[in-house]
């Protein structure tokens, strides 16, 4: 039987876009389920923020009556304005959101994309990247073997060849990295933190949620500085914030997040959560009928065997600095001993880490942490 390949048009098809990823990944232990509102939400126009400056043609495979892959095609206005030299710029389009029952179906579904960017004018495919570069970016190349931390992808093993053989070569690795934080970081790094805790022109505080909007200013503002030399970097809007903050304030615990001020001025930050796919895998993505209330009794007192630093960043003036180094060394080992005495945790996980952010590898090697997942985003001219 032929297969076809048919434009997401309706809500109907954005609810079997997301089942499909259900019964593809139903025998995969390591898959973690998504809450289904959750997943809808993100591809719904009207319902993620990520859809004020871009937009997204989601695409399926049928054949014999059923869903055999998925595929969106989408475009970023702010990341066509990056620039070029940033892996990023005009003509440059993205895919994502891939899965397919075999190769001859997810070239398809790939060729499909490809053509959707074409006729936008774009010149350039990124992928896969789902959608945002700030959401699910890269395809897992290493580390299939252990589940995803929470705000991480998990993907079919087969796809990496069946990628390459499409054309695409290699644009960029991240990493997480692996650590078990039951254990004291090396004498160096104590002595680091030490240091910072007699110099009075350090503070090292934790977030306050009764000031959230405001404390999600400050991280906003350092972290667009942070990040805006990175490749792939596209600026996280208002509406972004806004909404990741409702998102993620469920997780958002004082004693693990924290501000790093120097003479009285923020600089600085870390974000660390814990593990939420830890709760979410049971629940098989529906709160019904009794998810809602194991998930809420997690959320209130969380016991996680692992947190997760998804962000951290220094203003880019000091990061060239011992100053910067000092500052993110005092916050890992503030968190860390948070997440061992309140919530049990004995993993840490930090990532994803662009391969070339030389700062960020250097800090991971420092404090004795390994690599354990690799996702590699791929890029192809057209």
Avoid at 56 to 81: M, N, P, S
Avoid at 204 to 229: P, Q, T
Avoid at 359 to 378: E, W
Wanted: charged share 25%; hydrophobic share 45%.
């Amino acid at each position: 039987m032929s297969v076809t390949i048919i434009p997401v048009t309706s809500a109907g098809g954005r609810r079997d876009f997301i089942d499909y990823a259900f019964a593809h990944y139903a025998s995969d232990p390591h898959w973690v389920p998504p809450l289904k509102g959750e997943a809808m939400a993100a591809i719904t126009p009207g319902k993620n923020a990520w859809f004020t400056h871009a937009e997204a043609q989601l695409f399926l495979a049928r054949k014999g009556g059923r869903t055999v892959g998925r595929i969106a095609a989408h475009i970023d206005r702010l990341a066509l304005e990056q620039p070029v030299e940033q892996g990023l710029g005009p003509g440059t389009g993205f895919w994502g959101l891939f899965d397919a029952d075999d190769e001859g179906i997810g070239r398809a579904l790939i060729d499909c994309a490809e053509a959707w960017l074409r006729a936008q004018g774009m010149v350039r495919a990124l992928g896969p990247v789902s959608l945002s570069v700030w959401e699910d970016p890269g395809l897992l190349i290493r580390g299939h073997d252990h589940p995803p931390t929470v705000m991480m992808g998990h993907h079919d093993a087969r796809y990496q060849a069946w990628i390459e053989a499409r054309g695409y070569r290699k644009a960029r690795d991240l990493y997480t990295y692996d650590l078990d934080i039951t254990l004291p970081f090396p004498p160096i790094v104590e002595r680091i933190v030490t240091a910072g805790e007699k110099n009075p022109r350090i503070r090292i505080r934790r977030v306050d949620k009764a000031r959230f909007a405001e404390e999600a200013a400050i991280i906003l503002g350092i972290l667009n500085d942070a990040w805006s030399g990175n490749w792939g970097f596209v600026p996280l809007t208002d509406p972004e914030v806004e909404e990741a903050g409702r998102k993620l304030k469920p997780i958002v615990f004082e004693d693990l997040i924290h501000v790093a001020e120097v003479d009285g001025e923020p600089v600085a930050f870390m974000i660390t959560l814990p593990d939420l796919n830890e709760a979410l895998k049971p629940l098989g993505g529906t709160l019904i009928p009794f998810g809602w209330a194991k998930l809420l009794l997690w959320l209130r007192r969380p016991r996680a065997r692992t947190m997760r630093v998804p962000l951290m960043g220094v203003v880019k003036r000091l990061q060239a600095s011992r100053l910067a180094s000092q500052l993110a060394f005092m916050m890992i080992e503030y968190s860390r001993r948070n997440a061992i005495a309140n919530y049990g945790a004995t993993r840490g996980e930090i990532g994803w880490v662009l391969e070339d952010n030389q700062g960020m590898v250097a800090i991971a090697d420092t404090i004795g942490s390994s690599i354990n997942k690799v996702y590699r985003i791929y890029e192809k001219r057209l």
